[in-house]
């Protein structure tokens, strides 16, 4: 069993930045972000590959957002730059002990963290 637990959430304006933080108590193969906005679905944001280090970003947040890691602190960051309004949601980190190719689909993904809500103020 994995447990996730995020971190650095929070109120920001247009144009601002945030970075999350997702700390795991075990090694996984695959952790993924996603976020969920009120009255919608959860949606994929991008993942990182532990091996290797490879990254893959949703449509919306290519060019702004960047996943990171660090082996030593069993840690995944979710760097955003030039936040939206359209951005605030609830960021889940999720991880998996194997890799996929259906990354993007929630069902990929063995543990899921309790969420950190992100406000982006217009």
């Known amino acids: 069993q994995v447990q996730l637990v995020e971190s650095g959430g929070g109120l920001v304006q247009d144009g601002g930045s945030l970075r999350l933080s997702c700390v795991a108590s075990?090694?996984?193969?695959?952790v993924g972000w996603f976020r969920q906005a009120p009255g919608k679905e959860r949606e994929f944001v991008g993942l990182?590959?532990?091996?290797?280090?490879?990254?893959y970003y949703a449509d919306s947040a290519k060019g702004r957002f960047a996943i990171s890691g660090d082996n030593a602190k069993n840690t995944v960051y979710l760097q955003m730059n030039s936040l939206k309004p359209e951005d605030t949601a609830v960021y889940y980190c999720a991880a998996s002990t194997r890799r996929s190719a259906f990354y993007a689909r929630l069902s990929s993904y063995e543990y899921w963290g309790q969420g950190t809500q992100v406000t982006v103020s217009s």
């Open positions: 075990g090694r996984t193969f695959t």
């Open positions: 990182i590959y532990w091996s290797g280090g490879t990254t």
